[in-house]
């Protein structure tokens, strides 16, 4: 089935550093990607999402590229605020079999941003 | 427009007993979905409903059943509660049931058994 591999965290960077995220994908076909946030004690936010080779998702200054000839979506963004500390997830859904509607989600990167 | 809401917030049981835990979607989505997130972990995919349906299981035991209303709001239902089902539950609505289509989360049910 489709799955998702993330970066291992935590990932500690000052305010205004660049970020990235790394996110490679397996699935059959070309599904959609996305990425979802979560604060501290919170439930999960759409971040953003991409619905084919080549597509970029965009939000809040964070973007990721749909590519497929190295099958991945890494999330970047330019820099980083106190306010993006938080735990950023990938994740890919499933359309066939008893696993229909399925988000498979990635291990989940732990984010903190130093004033 | 409201987002995806979730009740109780906090809830605390002990081993054995039972549990229903209540979702509403936002308002013109048709399918809901459940997950379990463990601390730590990221989230995993109990059920999916769309139109009062079941249209995906997750890797659950028997315990754990859902169903959806027809407006669209959903109960999860958990019996003989473990130790090991202590977690933030997480309902995610979506405007129709292709995995295709985003989901917006609630805010999630934070379940602890004792």
């Known amino acids: 089935g489709n799955s998702v591999t993330q970066m291992e965290g935590p990932v500690t960077l000052s305010e205004e550093a660049f970020l990235t995220i790394n996110c490679t994908y397996t699935a059959t076909g070309y599904p959609s990607l996305f990425w979802y946030v979560q604060y501290p004690g919170e439930g999960l936010q759409l971040l953003l999402k991409?619905?084919?080779?080549?597509d970029k998702g965009s939000n809040k200054g964070f973007e990721a590229t749909y590519r497929k000839e190295t099958t991945s979506f890494h999330l970047e963004k330019g820099s980083v605020q106190v306010s993006d500390s938080a735990v950023y997830f990938c994740?890919?859904?499933?359309?066939?079999?008893?696993?229909?509607?399925?988000?498979?989600f990635g291990q989940g990167t732990i984010l903190t941003v130093h004033p | 427009d409201a987002g995806v809401t979730q009740s109780p917030t906090h809830l605390i049981k002990t081993r054995g007993q039972q549990v229903t835990l209540r979702c509403s979607p936002i308002s013109g989505h048709k399918s809901v979905s459940w997950y379990q997130q463990v601390l730590g972990q990221g989230p995993q995919f109990i059920f999916q409903y769309y139109e009062k349906e079941e249209r995906g299981r997750g890797n659950f035991p028997d315990r754990f059943s859902a169903r959806q209303f027809p407006n669209y709001s959903s109960e999860l239902n958990v019996n003989a509660l473990l130790l090991g089902d202590s977690a933030l539950y997480l309902c995610?609505?979506?405007?129709?049931?292709?995995?295709?289509?985003?989901?917006?989360f609630g805010p999630g049910t934070r379940l602890t058994v004792t």
């Open positions: 991409a619905t084919k080779a080549d």
């Open positions: 995610a609505s979506s405007k129709q049931g292709s995995p295709f289509y985003e989901q917006y």
């Open positions: 994740a890919i859904p499933h359309a066939g079999g008893t696993s229909y509607g399925k988000l498979t």
